[in-house]
């Protein structure tokens, strides 16, 4: 075991930058939309972001999903030792 | 001559080598060298019945070739070469042995015409695909093997009960394109479904591969699941109940995956996640729909093992396999990091990787099936993928906190062959056209258009967003999911043992009354045929002499009267 480092990508400050960096990006690939059409096969899926908003709450769907699952079946990882 | 034996036999014959030769550098040769050996065979199989046998009057058709035959095979020779070059110093050499065998099976099943000799080589996979998983070296490993034994063998015997049932009703063995209409036909696919992980029989996946051994979870992640997939185009295209079956599959690995702890246990359940896109692209059955099933069935391999191999160079150098006990491992991993990092993109179809230019050829073939809910449910799956193996598994493994483990990068063998595969899943997302010419049907698809890259990004990019924002919710427990595998591990023994508990006064009064019957049997036996007995007796010579020759006058007499 080595004691904890100060690699640049673990800096609060480099962390922070990641965060705008980030947001930046989501906001462009949803900006874009005005410049690249999407002509979605549904009508519906070719709405201005619905890209985003779907994944965005499908995983959040999934994840409360997962949670409620796992409520009912998770055990300790020894459960079926012997 | 060599251009009309089996494929498979390279690799048979890779394996005997392997088994037979002492000197560690010659072995890695042979399994390096056997594979390759097989691929060129692989290439020189013609379309059509090309060796024919007969077995107890039965015509066996032992290499049959077709596009869709040959890249099966093609990926499965590309895997094993890989594979081996991943795991030759490492592996026992039984390992080495059990991984040629079970993709000689593999190409075997590619290339059967008629169903009994895809039984056979179905049959050699479970076998030497157990020994791998028995390899893992573990009791947990043993215990596992196990449990994966009896399922796949289980599901052998359904296979085979469906074969019969079809060569009774319909007197041929040959392999077409079937519809599960009656008995058979179902067994058929129920024997299939169980190789390819789909519900309720999930389990034995997510159960055997993270036992095995760094090296053997690799090759485990290629090829059951995918010759499955392979029998599923050639016996039931657009058979629609696999729509909704794969769609299961497609959730019920996000969801698991999730949950999981394990590493290498949320890249098995992702495999159930991937194989349940192929499923549901074999369901709708169109030539797009199937074009798209072999050409994901291709790329998955490559970046599924990738993952494999990532994961498995961790458990390797770290001994830990949970991903509360690693973490930070970028500092010292980087190409290990970059590896798992490729794949973990590749999975998520993100552009410019293998999985974006093979996956949406799914969600095309839905589109032009007018299938609404099957096209949506599969793009929140896409985001869902991205969740799951996509951010979660490189994330916890290689970033989230600083475990404080600094182990070395992977060994030189080791990083050839993630960087070959990791090289080819971005050549196959930037030059598809590479694939698409062996695909089954011709291709008629772009799959780059700027709004539908852009459709994608803003599904997986905001996907990551709900990942780091609901982090708090992921974090990792010491935990397990209980699943269908639940009734065998704890139900039975309960079940046994409440048994044995209500039951024992009725047992008991059973046994007194049983044991006094056969002691009655035994005491009566003895009294007759004991040595004091009329029997059992020791008789002097004259005596039976005299037997004998009243049993032969006897025996004359009626003779001569009849």
Known sequence: MNPPDNHWLTRPATIRRLWIIGYVTLAVTVALQWLVPIHGYFGVDGWFGFGALFGFFSCVLMVFGAKLLGALLKRPDTYYDV | ?562
């Open chain 2, 1 to 562: 001559m060599f251009e009309s034996l089996p494929p498979a036999l390279a690799l048979i014959g890779g394996a005997l080598l392997t088994a037979a030769i002492g000197s560690r550098q010659l072995r890695a040769f042979v399994v390096i060298g056997a594979p390759l050996v097989c691929l060129y065979g692989i290439w020189q199989v013609p379309d059509g019945v090309s060796l024919e046998a007969s077995f107890l009057g039965y015509p066996l058709e032992l290499v049959e070739g077709s596009p869709v035959r040959r890249l099966f095979a093609t990926i499965f020779a590309i895997m094993a070469a890989t594979g081996a070059v991943f795991a030759f110093n490492h592996a026992r050499r039984t390992e080495l042995v059990a991984a040629q065998f079970y993709a000689a099976g593999a190409v075997g099943v590619s290339f059967a015409g008629d169903l009994l000799t895809l039984f056979v080589f179905w049959e050699l996979m479970a076998l030497f695909s157990t020994v791998v998983v028995w390899c893992g070296g573990t009791e947990k490993a043993r215990a596992a093997g196990v449990r994966y034994a009896i399922m796949h063998l289980l599901g052998g015997v359904v296979l085979k009960v469906g074969i019969e049932g079809l060569l009774i009703s319909s007197g041929s063995l040959d392999i077409r394109a079937l519809q599960a209409t009656d008995f058979s036909t179902w067994m058929i696919l129920i024997g299939i479904l169980i190789n390819a992980a789909a519900p309720p029989l999930s389990a034995w996946l997510s159960d055997a591969y993270p036992n095995a051994s760094p090296t053997g979870s690799v090759f485990l992640s290629a090829f059951t699941t995918k010759t499955a997939i392979l029998a599923l185009i050639l016996l039931f295209p657009g058979e629609s109940i696999l729509i909704w079956v794969g769609l299961f599959m497609v959730f019920y690995g996000i969801i698991y995956a999730l949950l999981e702890n394990d590493i290498r246990r949320i890249l098995a359940f992702s495999i159930v996640n991937q194989v349940g896109f192929m499923v549901c692209a074999v369901g709708i059955g169109t030539e797009m729909a199937i074009n798209g099933a072999a050409a994901h069935a291709f790329a998955h391999i490559i970046y599924k093992a990738l993952l494999f191999m990532s994961a498995g160079v961790v458990v390797m150098r770290t001994g830990m396999h949970l991903c509360t006990d690693v973490g930070g491992l970028f500092r010292t991993m980087p190409i290990t990091m970059w590896c798992g990092v490729i794949g973990a993109l590749a999975i998520s179809s993100f552009p410019l990787t293998s999985g974006f230019t093979t996956k949406t050829m799914i969600s095309q073939a839905s589109v032009d099936e007018g299938l609404m809910l099957v096209y949506f449910l599969l793009a929140a799956a896409s985001a869902g993928v991205f969740l799951h193996a996509g951010i979660k598994f490189p994330w916890f493994v290689f970033f989230q906190k600083d475990s404080g483990l600094r182990p070395k990068d992977a060994p030189w063998n080791m990083t050839v062959a993630m960087l070959f595969f990791a090289g080819l899943c971005i050549l196959l997302g930037v030059y598809p056209q590479l694939l698409y010419p062996l695909l089954p049907y011709a291709v008629d698809y772009v799959p780059y258009k700027a709004g539908k890259v852009l459709f994608y990004l803003q599904l997986l990019l905001f996907s990551g967003l709900a990942f780091f924002l609901l982090l708090p919710w992921m974090q990792r427990t010491l935990t397990l999911s209980l699943d269908v595998d639940w009734l065998w591990r704890k139900g039975l023994p309960l079940l046994s043992r409440a048994g044995s508990r209500l039951g024992s006064p009725l047992v008991n009064a059973a046994q007194a009354r049983l044991g006094g019957a056969l002691n009655a049997i035994t005491t009566s036996a003895r009294n007759t045929m004991g040595h004091t007995g009329p029997l059992g007796r020791s008789w002097e010579i004259g005596t039976t002499a005299l037997w004998i020759v009243l049993l032969l006058m006897v025996y004359v007499f009626a003779y001569y009267l009849f």
